[in-house]
């Protein structure tokens, strides 16, 4: 299961119900793309560049913002449990498209290029920022299922796959976003994965 949601994610929700905005209306008004602002709900931490808006919005101190996104880094940094014996899958083959190359896995039945059980995979590509972030590591719940908004790894034949926000699942034709890139569709999908926890800052090794 992904951790609870840190104080700042939290607080975050919170303050939008309190003024009645929707996430549009919020990222809007401050100048944020919404898709980041959805994120940092989510969990992603803002840039520090971002932070006076949004000490602005919550109507608190900046330095308390800074604190909220430091404990929120301080409670993602520890082990992640269930995940910890998870196996690293696939390699980015286009930084620049978000696309990855999965090598074939020899399972019970026979040869598949799509891992069974949970993985995780390097961002090493940046069309996903600030939601995942360059050099981190991402794990992957193909039990999961994958909804409108879920960041995901769509499986594709021959172990092409991408990575991007589920935005929808017409026929065999899924519609990625990515954060301030040009959408993407993926034709002939075999497999949608959830990614359901992230790294916030680059781990070594």
Avoid at 11 to 21: D, F, K, T, V, Y
Avoid at 33 to 49: A, E, H, I, M, N
Avoid at 137 to 145: F, K, Q, S
Avoid at 169 to 195: F, K, N, T, W
């Amino acid at each position: 299961m992904p951790p609870k949601k840190s104080r700042f994610a939290s607080l975050l929700s919170e303050r939008q119900r309190a003024l009645g905005m929707t996430e549009r209306a919020v990222a809007e008004k401050y100048g944020w793309v919404q898709q980041t602002y959805s994120s940092w709900k989510r969990g992603t931490l803002p840039r520090p560049d971002v932070r006076d808006a949004l000490a602005d919005f919550m109507d608190m101190a900046r330095e308390n913002i800074d604190k909220l996104c430091e404990e929120a880094q301080e409670r993602a940094a520890p082990g992640i449990g269930v995940f910890d014996t998870a196996q690293q899958h696939g390699k980015v083959s286009d930084r620049k498209e978000g696309k990855f190359k999965f090598e074939p896995i020899q399972h019970g039945y026979g040869v598949s290029y799509i891992p069974r059980g949970r993985y995780f995979v390097r961002i090493e590509t940046n069309v996903m920022e600030p939601a995942l972030l360059y050099g981190t590591r991402a794990w992957v719940d193909p039990a999961a299922w994958p909804k409108p908004g879920s960041d995901v790894i769509v499986h594709s034949p021959k172990g092409i796959a991408w990575i991007g926000c589920l935005e929808s699942v017409e026929g065999q034709s899924v519609r990625l976003s990515r954060y301030d890139r040009p959408d993407v569709v993926v034709d002939g999908h075999e497999a949608i994965h959830v990614i359901v926890l992230a790294e916030r800052v680059v781990a070594a090794g």
